[in-house]
């Protein structure tokens, strides 16, 4: 199977601590991609991190990824609550019947800031 | 804002009729893929359009079908429509057909009853 999962389900945090979001997957990635949903709208692209690399930052947020433990995560810094969304993460695969751009996402995490 | 549009914004629909619904892509991407999702789960992928073509399918039945237009606009189109079938299905554009980023539209909320 090409899904993974996200943890927590659900996380809810006060304004000014920091948020973190775990990925798992089970087959090897070509990249991994963060996504935030608005309460049942639109997702908007957070960050792209390879499988050759291991860290990558975007103002408060920063992403980890293990591949040999086949995880990654996003740490959303100083949280508002305007970050109050879903969060998914996102992965693309290459091989042998796969379609290049697809995206694989899991359940994702709810993340409530409380002000 | 991604410039990606999508319409009707929701839809309600009986079991057995078919819908249409119509996504215009972020200017210079040539690549379209579209998603259902359901209410608590992410996103699933139902198929991709590069170039006219269908490029890559999900684990749909042939009533979802899809079409992309010469200015890369595109159509999700499912006939003899089931409860199970109501969800959020979403567009997303690519400037490629390769792993990268994608834009997505804001939705269409389809109910069907």
């Known amino acids: 199977s090409q899904q993974g999962e996200e943890d927590p389900q659900a996380l809810s945090i006060q304004e000014g601590e920091n948020a973190t979001m775990n990925c798992s997957y089970k087959?090897?990635?070509?990249?991994l991609q963060w996504y935030r949903q608005n309460s049942g709208r639109g997702l908007v692209h957070l960050i792209l991190i390879r499988s050759n690399e291991r860290e990558k930052h975007s103002g408060r947020l920063r992403v980890t990824l293990d591949t040999s433990k086949k995880s990654s995560s996003l740490l959303i810094t100083a949280s508002r609550a305007a970050d109050t969304a879903s969060y998914f993460c996102a992965r693309t695969f290459t091989g042998r019947g796969s379609t290049l751009g697809r995206l694989y996402f899991g359940r994702g995490t709810q993340l409530t800031v409380w002000p | 804002e991604t410039g990606v549009t999508q319409s009707p914004t929701h839809l309600i629909k009986t079991r057995g009729q078919q819908v249409t619904l119509r996504c215009s892509s972020q200017?210079?991407?040539?690549?379209v893929s579209w998603y259902q999702q359901a209410l608590g789960q992410g996103p699933q992928f139902i198929f991709q359009y590069y170039r006219e073509e269908e490029n890559g399918r999900g684990n749909f039945p042939p009533r979802f079908s899809g079409l992309q237009f010469p200015n890369y606009s595109s159509e999700l189109n499912v006939n003899a429509l089931e409860l199970d079938d109501s969800a959020l299905y979403l567009c997303?554009?690519?400037?490629?057909?390769?792993?990268?980023?994608?834009?997505f539209g804001p939705g269409t909320r389809l109910t069907v009853t």
């Open positions: 997303a554009s690519s400037p490629g057909q390769g792993p990268g980023e994608q834009y």
């Open positions: 087959t090897s990635i070509n990249n």
């Open positions: 200017s210079g991407h040539n690549t």
